[in-house]
């Protein structure tokens, strides 16, 4: 569900606008997670809240990019949501399978969370587009290494996700987007305005308080 209402906002404006808005899973995983006893130390509010506006700035569209920003915003407030949701979701399974040994829990939650995305996506394509699907099982080995560091990703965040509560390890995850700025510009001299210097800054900020401030 957070992966399609994602597409449909980038379809209805642009992939920029659509992931500005994507963004809001930050604060919604931190109002979420109240919902499941996680709590967060005034550090660690703030980190997210500066997290958060150095991601929309970093991601915000330039003027023209969109086509029908209402519903592209209305689609990627669902996506940030659903988002939310899954993360403290994912957190509370990995409890639930394994009180004693959060890592077994987000391990075997883990397993069970892809082998369900597998089946259900197997079904949806044998039944709406079978060439589809003929087409992804003869690529299967070219797709070995997308697959191998799709899995470690989600190792990734399940374990964190297990250990922390889902808004700091969510703004932990994105301090890719300023190691991404910086790396763009030393080894594609990609020249970054004030703009992206601010969100980059507000960002890393936000990432460093999260992490400090969980209790």
Do not use: Y
């Not at 040994?101 to 397993?111: N, R």
């Not at 044998?126 to 989600?154: F, Y």
């Amino acid at each position: 569900v957070a992966t399609a209402a994602l597409l449909a906002a980038r379809r209805r404006a642009s992939f920029a606008f659509g992931t500005a808005f994507q963004q809001s899973a930050l604060p919604f995983s931190a109002l979420v997670g109240l919902g499941v006893g996680d709590t967060l130390a005034p550090l660690g509010w703030a980190g997210v809240a500066l997290a958060t506006i150095g991601l929309a700035v970093l991601s915000w569209p330039k003027e023209g990019d969109g086509r029908d920003g209402w519903s592209a915003a209305a689609f990627g407030l669902a996506s940030g949501a659903a988002f939310a949701v899954s993360a403290n979701a994912f957190r509370v399974s990995a409890h639930a399978a394994a009180p004693a040994d959060p890592l077994f829990g987000a391990a075997a939650s883990l397993v069970v969370v892809q082998l369900m995305q597998t089946i259900g996506l197997g079904l949806w394509l044998a039944l709406r587009d079978p060439r589809a699907l003929r087409a992804a099982l003869a690529a299967g080995r070219r797709a070995w290494g997308a697959g191998v560091c799709g899995a470690a990703a989600s190792i990734g965040w399940f374990t964190a996700a297990a250990l922390a509560p889902a808004a700091a390890v969510r703004a932990v995850g994105v301090v890719d987007m300023p190691m991404a700025a910086w790396a763009g510009r030393r080894l594609f001299k990609e020249h970054l305005g004030w703009r992206q210097i601010f969100g980059a800054v507000a960002t890393a900020a936000g990432v460093i308080a999260a992490s400090l401030g969980h209790s």
